[in-house]
């Protein structure tokens, strides 16, 4: 088990993210063991800064590169000594054997060595705010400068487990039905404050006991993502585009929202996810035209026709999902950035082209930087002098004066940036 975390944290280190290296490794166990690889490798991931920061200290030199495996396994046994219930004694002597199992038994003095200064010694106080945070030192710096009353607590909130958040199908169930189905079954549940089909469980649960769900009766979907259909003003008759739409969540809530569209048009530049979202359609018995494209490159997909309803929701940092994917710490760089900023800014453009005169487009990144959200708004705003900034009757989130932001919350929605721009008449 240990060994294959081990594996798993060096893929990542190299460039993989979790959804890329994890699913083959769960595959090699039995499925009573998966979950504690899930949460060894998502812990480790989560808390790395602070875990490479105090192994880094107690380490005289690095290990070699083809060693590197091993500096990983000792991040999986320090993060179950500062932060699982698993006995001490069982750590170390399970990650000595890992050592072994990973053919490198000449480390095996070094592991035991460290693992039990670890113990012996208790936690080190971190150096810093990038060790004490467990974030990168580029994200604390940028977060601190964008967000200088706030940074802190984003920096908590993604250390946070996520809550589980459903949406109620509501082509099939109000939302106090469906709580009250809940109830029956034994779960502990509550509505969310500002998504109309939100539901929060009190404790995740695995899907198949959620009543009805094989049937197409609730998705799995965070609160902040759900809120795209209350700023698209959906009505019968429109023609709708999901750009960027795997793996399909917003898309399927798009069509629940208002059963009569004219057409549902739901592109993504990856043919690998296509398939989720087709699996997501079956489930809850809808239909979209799926297209695997390029969104920007319009000449290569569309049709001619025009959209009443835009859903751009750009590629980004995904700075506002850490607390879902804390690979991202290790992922993300500041230099992504620049260029990411340069692909939203020109799909902004590509579908401002076929949005028809009157049409509305929801523009929505999971990202807390401001160069990403409403900083793209605004320099949009400057080059298409003919682009409506709505905003939004909304209770939720801050308003950037070209937008709404949402910051992560440990007790409710991710982070979330929208905005609404519409397209006079001629």
Not at 16 to 22: A, E, W
Not at 185 to 191: L, Q
Not at 346 to 360: F, H, T, V
Request: charged share 25%; proline share 7%.
């Amino acid at each position: 088990m240990r060994a294959i975390a081990a594996g798993v944290m060096l893929s990542v280190e190299n460039g993989q993210s979790l959804s890329q290296c994890l699913p083959p490794a769960l595959n090699r166990l039995p499925a009573n063991e998966r979950p504690v690889l899930q949460a060894l490798c998502y812990g480790t991931c989560r808390w790395f800064y602070r875990l490479d920061g105090e192994l880094n200290n107690r380490l005289k030199k690095p290990l070699r590169k083809p060693d590197r495996i091993i500096h990983h396994l000792m991040l999986v046994a320090l993060f179950q000594l500062r932060f699982s219930q698993q006995a001490n004694y069982a750590v170390l002597n399970e990650t000595v054997e890992a050592c072994r199992a990973l053919d490198k038994p000449h480390l095996t003095g070094l592991v035991n060595g460290v693992l039990r200064a670890a113990e012996r010694e208790g936690a080190q106080e971190p150096a810093d705010d990038a060790a004490r945070f467990s974030h990168p030192v580029w994200m604390v710096e940028k977060l601190r400068h964008n967000w200088p009353e706030n940074w802190h607590h984003i920096l908590d909130a993604n250390n946070a487990q996520a809550p589980m958040t459903l949406r109620v199908n509501a082509l099939r169930f109000a939302r106090d039905e469906y709580l009250g189905l809940l109830a029956e079954a034994g779960i502990e549940a509550k509505a969310t404050r500002f998504a109309p089909h939100g539901i929060q469980l009190a404790t995740p649960v695995p899907v198949d006991r959620l009543p009805w769900f094989a049937d197409g009766a609730v998705s799995v979907q965070d609160e902040a993502a759900q809120l795209c259909t209350t700023l698209m003003d959906l009505a019968p008759g429109q023609r709708v585009l999901d750009a960027c739409a795997a793996p399909g969540g917003k898309t399927c809530a798009i069509l629940e929202s208002c059963g009569e569209l004219a057409e549902v048009v739901a592109i993504d530049e990856s043919a690998d996810r296509l398939p989720r979202v087709q699996e997501n359609l079956d489930r809850l018995d809808l239909n979209a035209t799926l297209k695997q494209a390029d969104a920007a490159a319009t000449d290569q997909w569309w049709d001619g026709e025009a959209f009443d309803r835009i859903l751009l929701d750009v590629p980004c940092s995904a700075s506002g999902v850490i607390r879902r994917h804390p690979d991202i710490k290790l992922l993300r760089r500041e230099s992504d950035i620049t260029p990411l900023a340069a692909i939203q800014l020109g799909l902004l453009d590509a579908m401002w082209a076929i949005l028809k005169p009157g049409g509305r487009l929801v523009y929505a990144t999971c990202s807390v930087f401001p160069q990403e959200n409403h900083r793209i708004i605004q320099r949009f705003c400057k080059q298409q002098t003919d682009a409506i900034l709505v905003e939004p009757e909304a209770q939720w989130g801050r308003d950037m004066g070209a937008g709404r932001q949402l910051l992560p919350d440990p007790d409710s929605h991710d982070g979330f940036f929208y905005a609404v721009l519409e397209k006079p008449e001629p």
